[in-house]
Nanobody, 121 residues
């Protein structure tokens, strides 16, 4: 099994910055893409940013220019640097990875428990 441990969420004022971290551990055979999703109350979960094993990134239009995703393949870790935060960024942020376990055959999606980000208006 693969476990994703998230950290870095919290309360921040508009215009502030926050850095989220997600470390994957467990019976990992290989990790492909990693990314961050978020879900606000009453809204559908949406992709915030993703990054491939080769380093190619993809961002939601709402966060382009403000958020930066990065990863360290040797540490199985992905970060989300969030700057110029807005009240509408308030949501539970979930780490996601596509990985194959040591005892499995296929690649599956694994999710973190979620970390709360609140932008105080």
């Amino acid at each position: 099994q693969v476990q994703l441990v998230e950290s870095g969420g919290g309360l921040v004022q508009p215009g502030g910055s926050l850095r989220l971290s997600c470390a994957a551990s467990g019976s990992i055979a290989s990790i492909n893409a990693m990314g961050w999703y978020r879900q606000a109350p009453g809204k559908q979960r949406e992709l915030v940013a993703s990054i491939t094993n080769g380093g190619s990134t993809n961002y939601a239009d709402s966060v382009k220019g403000r958020f930066t995703i990065s990863r360290d393949n040797t540490k199985n870790t992905v970060w989300l640097q969030m700057s110029s935060l807005k009240p509408e960024d308030t949501a539970v942020y979930y780490c996601n990875t596509k990985a194959t376990t040591l005892y499995g055959i296929y690649e599956y999606d694994f999710w973190g428990q979620g970390t709360q980000v609140t932008v105080f208006s």
